[in-house]
């Protein structure tokens, strides 16, 4: 009976007693020794968001690698789904919906799987609480204040680098997998793309009015922070200054942002607006321009996932976290003290405001000159 009840136990109630639980004896802290390789289905957790999804693709090649012939599935959130269906390696993903029944019914569905291995790549309570559930031997999670009792294996979050550099957000990924028996196979973002999803995007471009996407610039004005978001009179004016110049420029915006995009567009004539789409037609798209640049966003990874140049403007956060590598995607760095804070929100904002649009334009124009397609 005792074991019944729990099993219908709400998720919020049992991602409590796993999130505040010790952790059992059989956990370690991984000291940089090879997990043994396991035998039998695995299984990654990373639910949100855009940006974060796409980086955590290297760490789902490093399992696969490290655990040849096992099969991966993978659990996101619904609307990210299509970025990953269809990558070597994995073969199924599992849809999340936020809602407490829906993650009950989930955590149901993922015991009965009988995974060998549950990596959480996220480390919120309610994937802590579906890791847990999954009872796999083999649980690998970051090492968080009130997480650590769903995995047996945790590694830090952070990693100290030399000279006081910070790591870049898809190399912590593979750290964990590493730990959970994966294999490294680089930091490049992959991502899948359907033919449904081409065709829609060449709707949305001729809706948009965009004849010649190869030459056009995707602008990403927003941020998910408050504190990202570039001031949109500085984004006009620098939109401005492409067009000027003969470059077109294509608002890209998402969930949330259809507002500000047409206000955008308002100050900026000429600008282009992507119309509203799904995030596996908003990344086929991407694939089609000369670059992104803007904010630093998911829209950025994206594009550096499929192969398109990229420029970023960083306040909050910093560059070595969240710039992609190689030299085809550029960045520019605030000069206030307080740059890299990490903070939503902040009671002087002052780091985005510090980047002249005039200079933008220059740095973006030299970087496509350099690296455009």
Request: proline share 8%; net charge positive.
């Amino acid at each position: 009976m005792m074991r019944s009840r729990r099993s219908r136990s709400s998720p919020s109630r049992s991602s409590k007693r796993w999130t505040r639980a010790r952790a059992p004896w059989c956990a370690r802290r991984w000291r940089g020794r090879e997990a043994a390789r396991v035998s039998g289905p695995l299984l990654a957790l990373r639910p949100r968001a855009l940006g974060d999804v796409v980086l955590v693709t290297p760490a789902l090649r490093a399992l696969a690698a490290g655990h040849p012939g096992a099969e991966l599935d993978v659990v996101t959130e619904a609307r990210y789904a299509p970025l990953l269906e269809g990558l070597p390696g994995i073969a199924r993903v599992w849809p999340l919906e936020r809602s407490g029944a829906a993650t009950a019914a989930l955590a149901r569905r993922l015991a009965a799987r009988r995974y060998a291995a549950a990596v959480d790549f996220f480390g919120n309570p309610r994937t802590a609480f579906l890791c847990a559930r999954t009872r796999a031997p083999l649980r690998a999670g970051y090492d968080l204040r009130g997480r650590r009792g769903a995995y047996t294996v945790r590694v830090p979050r952070t990693a100290t680098l030399p000279d006081g550099r910070r790591e870049y957000a898809a190399a912590t990924h593979v750290r964990l997998a590493v730990a959970a028996g994966g294999r490294a196979d680089g930091l490049d973002a992959r991502i899948a793309l359907a033919a449904p999803a081409r065709e829609e995007a060449e709707r949305l471009l001729a809706a948009a009015g965009v004849g010649e996407p190869a030459r056009t610039v995707g602008l990403v004005a927003a941020g998910t922070w408050p504190t990202k978001t570039w001031p949109l009179a500085d984004a006009a004016l620098f939109a401005r200054r492409l067009i000027a110049g003969g470059r077109p420029v294509l608002a890209l915006g998402g969930p949330g942002e259809s507002d500000l995009v047409a206000r955008l567009a308002a100050l900026a004539p000429g600008v282009r607006v992507l119309p509203p789409c799904g995030v596996a037609a908003l990344a086929a798209v991407v694939e089609r321009l000369a670059a992104v640049v803007g904010t630093d966003s998911g829209p950025r990874h994206v594009a550096a996932a499929l192969g398109v140049p990229t420029f970023a403007w960083f306040g909050p956060t910093h560059p070595d976290n969240w710039n992609p590598p190689g030299a085809a995607h550029g960045h520019w760095f605030t000069d206030v003290p307080c740059r890299g804070c990490d903070r939503t929100t902040c009671p002087h904002w002052t780091c985005m405001t510090r980047l002249d649009p005039d200079e933008a334009a220059a740095r973006v124009v030299a970087h496509l000159e350099r690296h455009g397609r």
